[in-house]
Protein backbone atom coordinates (compact mmCIF):
# COMPACT_ATOMS: atom_id res chain seq x y z
CA UNK A 1 0.00 0.00 0.00
CA UNK A 2 1.48 3.33 -0.43
CA UNK A 3 2.28 6.11 2.06
CA UNK A 4 0.08 8.65 2.44
CA UNK A 5 0.42 12.31 0.57
CA UNK A 6 1.08 14.68 3.37
CA UNK A 7 -1.06 17.61 2.79
CA UNK A 8 0.19 21.06 1.98
CA UNK A 9 -0.59 23.11 5.15
CA UNK A 10 -0.72 26.86 4.90
CA UNK A 11 3.03 27.23 6.77
CA UNK A 12 4.29 25.18 4.34
CA UNK A 13 2.68 27.24 1.16
CA UNK A 14 4.30 30.03 2.82
CA UNK A 15 7.83 28.27 3.41
CA UNK A 16 7.54 27.69 -0.75
CA UNK A 17 7.04 31.42 -1.72
CA UNK A 18 9.20 32.69 0.72
CA UNK A 19 11.84 30.07 -0.68
CA UNK A 20 11.02 31.16 -3.99
CA UNK A 21 10.86 34.79 -3.26
CA UNK A 22 14.77 34.74 -1.66
CA UNK A 23 15.90 32.88 -4.58
CA UNK A 24 14.27 34.60 -7.55
CA UNK A 25 15.32 37.97 -5.51
CA UNK A 26 10.98 38.59 -5.71
CA UNK A 27 10.03 42.27 -4.20
CA UNK A 28 6.32 42.17 -2.60
CA UNK A 29 5.96 45.80 -4.27
CA UNK A 30 6.48 44.02 -8.03
CA UNK A 31 4.00 41.41 -6.85
CA UNK A 32 1.23 43.47 -5.81
CA UNK A 33 0.56 45.02 -9.00
CA UNK A 34 -0.05 41.78 -10.60
CA UNK A 35 -3.03 41.28 -8.10
CA UNK A 36 -4.10 45.16 -8.29
CA UNK A 37 -3.72 45.28 -4.94
CA UNK A 38 -1.37 47.18 -2.45
CA UNK A 39 2.01 45.58 -1.30
CA UNK A 40 0.90 45.08 2.38
CA UNK A 41 -2.34 43.09 2.03
CA UNK A 42 -0.20 40.99 -0.74
CA UNK A 43 2.49 40.23 1.73
CA UNK A 44 0.13 39.82 4.66
CA UNK A 45 -1.84 37.14 2.04
CA UNK A 46 1.64 35.52 0.96
CA UNK A 47 2.70 35.16 4.74
CA UNK A 48 -0.57 33.27 5.58
CA UNK A 49 -2.76 36.53 6.77
CA UNK A 50 -5.44 36.61 3.87
CA UNK A 51 -7.48 34.34 2.10
CA UNK A 52 -7.21 34.59 -1.17
CA UNK A 53 -9.67 34.40 -4.58
CA UNK A 54 -8.45 31.49 -6.70
CA UNK A 55 -7.53 33.86 -9.75
CA UNK A 56 -5.35 35.40 -6.85
CA UNK A 57 -4.17 32.14 -5.63
CA UNK A 58 -3.17 30.89 -9.63
CA UNK A 59 -1.33 34.08 -10.15
CA UNK A 60 0.29 33.53 -6.56
CA UNK A 61 1.15 30.02 -7.85
CA UNK A 62 2.28 30.77 -10.97
CA UNK A 63 4.83 33.86 -9.75
CA UNK A 64 6.36 31.27 -6.88
CA UNK A 65 6.07 28.38 -8.78
CA UNK A 66 3.81 26.56 -6.32
CA UNK A 67 2.46 23.25 -6.92
CA UNK A 68 -1.64 22.71 -7.91
CA UNK A 69 -2.10 21.84 -4.41
CA UNK A 70 -1.07 24.90 -2.97
CA UNK A 71 -3.68 27.03 -4.65
CA UNK A 72 -6.91 26.13 -2.21
CA UNK A 73 -4.48 26.66 0.74
CA UNK A 74 -4.41 29.70 -0.55
CA UNK A 75 -8.13 30.61 -0.51
CA UNK A 76 -8.62 28.91 2.53
CA UNK A 77 -9.60 31.31 5.48
CA UNK A 78 -6.70 31.30 7.52
CA UNK A 79 -6.06 31.70 11.58
CA UNK A 80 -5.34 35.55 11.66
CA UNK A 81 -2.91 36.65 14.06
CA UNK A 82 -1.13 33.61 14.91
CA UNK A 83 2.61 33.95 15.57
CA UNK A 84 4.77 31.09 16.18
CA UNK A 85 5.10 32.79 19.72
CA UNK A 86 2.67 34.44 22.49
CA UNK A 87 5.59 37.11 22.76
CA UNK A 88 7.29 37.59 19.44
CA UNK A 89 11.16 36.68 19.40
CA UNK A 90 12.02 38.09 15.90
CA UNK A 91 13.15 41.79 17.12
CA UNK A 92 11.47 43.87 14.63
CA UNK A 93 8.06 42.01 15.50
CA UNK A 94 8.94 42.40 19.24
CA UNK A 95 9.39 46.44 18.56
CA UNK A 96 5.56 46.25 17.30
CA UNK A 97 4.57 44.21 20.34
CA UNK A 98 7.11 46.59 22.42
CA UNK A 99 5.15 49.56 21.03
CA UNK A 100 1.95 48.27 21.92
CA UNK A 101 2.53 47.36 25.69
CA UNK A 102 4.06 51.13 25.98
CA UNK A 103 1.32 52.90 23.36
CA UNK A 104 -1.37 50.85 23.50
CA UNK A 105 -3.28 52.60 26.57
CA UNK A 106 -2.57 55.84 24.64
CA UNK A 107 -3.43 55.05 21.67
CA UNK A 108 -6.94 53.35 23.50
CA UNK A 109 -7.29 56.46 25.23
CA UNK A 110 -6.87 59.18 22.08
CA UNK A 111 -8.93 56.73 20.03
CA UNK A 112 -11.85 56.92 23.11
CA UNK A 113 -11.22 60.63 23.72
CA UNK A 114 -11.66 61.34 19.91
CA UNK A 115 -14.20 58.80 18.61
CA UNK A 116 -15.81 57.29 21.55
CA UNK A 117 -16.42 53.97 22.88
CA UNK A 118 -15.38 51.39 20.00
CA UNK A 119 -12.18 50.15 17.87
CA UNK A 120 -10.54 50.20 15.00
CA UNK A 121 -11.28 47.89 12.72
CA UNK A 122 -8.68 45.37 11.34
CA UNK A 123 -11.21 44.54 8.67
CA UNK A 124 -11.70 47.85 7.21
CA UNK A 125 -8.34 48.32 6.89
CA UNK A 126 -5.41 50.04 5.06
CA UNK A 127 -2.30 50.13 5.46
CA UNK A 128 1.13 52.03 4.11
CA UNK A 129 4.87 51.46 4.77
CA UNK A 130 7.25 53.88 3.02
CA UNK A 131 11.02 54.97 3.66
CA UNK A 132 10.96 58.27 5.13
CA UNK A 133 14.40 59.96 3.80
CA UNK A 134 15.98 61.55 6.99
CA UNK A 135 19.94 62.56 7.23
CA UNK A 136 20.39 61.51 10.63
CA UNK A 137 19.23 57.70 9.20
CA UNK A 138 16.28 56.78 7.33
CA UNK A 139 12.68 56.28 8.81
CA UNK A 140 9.94 53.94 8.37
CA UNK A 141 6.90 55.26 8.03
CA UNK A 142 3.78 53.32 8.62
CA UNK A 143 0.65 55.08 8.72
CA UNK A 144 -2.52 52.64 9.45
CA UNK A 145 -6.43 53.74 8.57
CA UNK A 146 -9.05 51.70 9.98
CA UNK A 147 -12.66 52.36 9.94
CA UNK A 148 -14.00 53.13 13.35
CA UNK A 149 -16.64 50.95 15.02
CA UNK A 150 -18.89 52.06 17.67
CA UNK A 151 -19.75 49.40 20.21
CA UNK A 152 -23.72 48.80 20.32
CA UNK A 153 -26.15 49.00 22.84
CA UNK A 154 -28.87 46.15 22.90
Keep these: MPAAVKALTREDVTDLI ?3 KIQKRIKWADVAPKLKLS ?3 VTAACLGQMAL ?3 QAKTIAKIFDLP ?3 VPVL ?3 PYKGSLRTSVP ?3 LIYRFYELISVYGTTFKELIHEE ?3 GIMSAIDFKMDLQRQP ?6 VQIVMSGKYLSYKTY
Design 18 to 20: MAT
Design 39 to 41: KEW
Design 53 to 55: TNA
Design 68 to 70: AEA
Design 75 to 77: EAV
Design 89 to 91: TDP
Design 115 to 117: FGD
Design 134 to 139: DPNGDR
